[in-house]
């Protein structure tokens, strides 16, 4: 076999300019020639076959590889003829890349299978080495031309195999593979901020009401208690509900301050007890407001609205702020 040969199915010269992406995984479908060592007795052959590397980064990867030699000739044999099926693994070493080329380096080994064993040729293991450029059309394909030598194991023959094949990239980008791992490496802890508190208003809360009191008018001019009177009474006229009974303990005419009112409980007795130790007479009366029944809490009784609207402020400031004069 020529030199010439070899050389000249090795080399691939296209002059053009393009940018190449560094991708997880290439594929490349590939023909070639196979040049057997004269000893073999076997005629050179087409080849061809896929290989499927795999990069470790942007330099190195590793290849995984199929060929096929249909029907080489024994010479010494002939008619006879064999097919021969080659499998190996290589590792690809891509030092550096010149514009739209990129050489590499291979080495490795596999086993070839023979259809037909003729004389010293059988089925047997092997190594290869070689070398090869690629030239990137475009960020995904490439053309890519190679060389390899392989020496068989067993016979000890020496093959020389020359490709040309078409290279498709996919999976991610080694250099976003880079990125991606530096950015996690360089993520800080996210620590959700608490959300501010309130105003100091909005948390001040009067520990002697419940939530089940009534709201309650807050005081007004003198004449509030008829207000409050009129208003009852338009109520219970407009739903046709009678007017709650008087308690025997309250005298018609007599006037009250109201410090609250329970609808769905009886008041709690530590806040009846905290108004009886202040010094003053809790009344309890039930009534209907807006056709609920109610149990009020009542301080008195008084004689006269000025005697009560004179207690009112000091249980305004003592009691709770939203206490009113209430007639009975």
């Given at each position: 076999?020529?030199?010439?040969?070899?050389?000249?199915?090795?080399?691939?010269?296209?002059?053009?300019?393009?940018?190449?992406?560094?991708?997880?995984?290439?594929?490349?479908?590939?023909?070639?020639?196979?040049?057997?060592?004269?000893?073999?007795?076997?005629?050179?052959?087409?080849?061809?076959?896929?290989?499927?590397?795999?990069?470790?980064?942007?330099q190195t990867g590793l290849q995984l590889g199929y060929e096929r030699i249909s029907k080489s000739k024994y010479r010494w044999y002939y008619p006879n003829e064999t097919d021969i099926d080659r499998f190996?693994?290589?590792?690809?070493?891509?030092?550096?890349?010149y514009n739209s080329l990129t050489p590499y380096f291979l080495a490795g080994g596999g086993y070839e299978k023979l259809s037909k064993e003729i004389g010293n040729q059988k089925s047997q293991g092997f190594l290869d080495a070689g070398l090869g450029v690629k030239y990137s059309l475009n960020p995904v394909f490439d053309l890519i031309a190679e060389a390899k030598y392989i020496k068989k194991l067993d016979t000890m023959d020496s093959d020389v195999v020359t490709n040309l094949g078409?290279?498709?990239?996919?999976?991610?980008?080694?250099?976003?593979?880079?990125?991606?791992?530096?950015?996690t490496a360089n993520m800080e802890e996210f620590t959700p901020k608490p959300l501010p508190l309130p105003d100091s208003e909005l948390q001040s809360v009067n520990a002697q009401m419940s939530q089940e009191e009534l709201p309650m008018p807050e005081s007004k001019e003198k004449d509030i208690f008829t207000e409050h009177e009129e208003?009852?009474?338009?109520?219970?006229?407009s739903k046709n509900i009678p007017p709650s009974p008087k308690q025997n303990f309250a005298n018609e005419g007599e006037y009250f301050i109201q410090v609250g009112a329970y609808a769905l409980k009886k008041p709690e007795q530590r806040y009846l007890n905290d108004i009886v130790q202040k010094g003053?007479?809790?009344?309890?009366?039930d009534a209907n407001v807006r056709g609920r029944k109610v149990t009020k809490i009542l301080i008195g009784?008084?004689?006269?609205?000025?005697?009560?609207?004179?207690?009112?402020?000091?249980?305004?400031?003592?009691?709770?702020?939203?206490?009113?004069?209430?007639k009975m």
């Open positions: 076999m020529k030199l010439s040969n070899i050389l000249l199915s090795s080399i691939l010269l296209i002059s053009l300019n393009s940018l190449a992406a560094d991708y997880e995984y290439e594929i490349v479908p590939k023909i070639g020639q196979n040049f057997f060592d004269d000893d073999s007795g076997l005629d050179d052959e087409t080849s061809y076959g896929v290989d499927l590397n795999y990069y470790l980064n942007s190996y693994l290589n590792a690809v070493y891509e030092p550096t890349q078409m290279g498709y990239k996919f999976g991610m980008p080694i250099s976003s593979m880079r990125q991606l791992a530096q950015n208003m009852k009474q338009s109520m219970l006229s003053y007479n809790v009344t309890l009366h009784p008084y004689s006269s609205y000025e005697e009560a609207k004179k207690i009112l402020p000091d249980i305004k400031s003592c009691i709770t702020n939203s206490a009113f004069i209430y």
